[in-house]
């Protein structure tokens, strides 16, 4: 990377972003899943989760989300159901096939975090939590003065 672009913590950031999301993707195409379907595996509760909540969890426009739910749906990892109690409530749940793909994603996630926590020190980790904490309170106040 340019050395004039090694000060610029949003570069930093991005750069880092980019090779994780590209690592994810390769990931996930090797078990015919997309980066959002891992993740909606990954937030779906034993005991059902609203669909309308995952999409704030997850920072997923509704449209996006809508689709990559009908996907899954078509592929059998999840199922929909209308509770009982109000019929305009909608839980997901996952099916056995989706149970697997989720235990594919969470080994894979547990394996990259631990080869991370391997190499970086619980200070180190900490400050970086705590930077990544700030970043988003700083990017919540220049959003609000826009």
Do not use: C
């Not at 689709?67 to 059998?76: A, F, I, V």
């Not at 991370?116 to 003065?145: A, C, N, P, W, Y």
């Amino acid at each position: 990377m340019n050395e004039k672009k090694l000060g610029l913590i949003d570069v930093q950031v991005r750069h880092a972003w980019h090779r994780i999301y590209r690592m994810y993707n390769q990931k996930a195409m090797a078990h015919g899943l997309t980066i959002s379907a891992g993740f909606i595996l990954m937030n779906i509760d034993k005991t059902g989760t609203p669909s309308t909540s995952l999409g704030p969890r997850m920072g997923m426009e509704p449209t996006s989300l809508s689709r990559t739910l009908k996907s899954m749906e078509d592929q059998g990892w999840i199922r929909r159901e209308i509770t009982s109690l109000d019929k305009r409530k909608v839980l997901i749940f996952l099916t056995n096939e989706g149970l697997k793909k989720r235990n594919i994603v969470r080994d894979f996630l547990v394996d990259f975090n631990e080869k991370i926590s391997q190499r970086i020190s619980q200070k180190e980790l900490h400050g970086f939590f705590k930077t990544m904490q700030v970043m988003d309170e700083i990017i919540d106040e220049v959003v609000k003065t826009d």
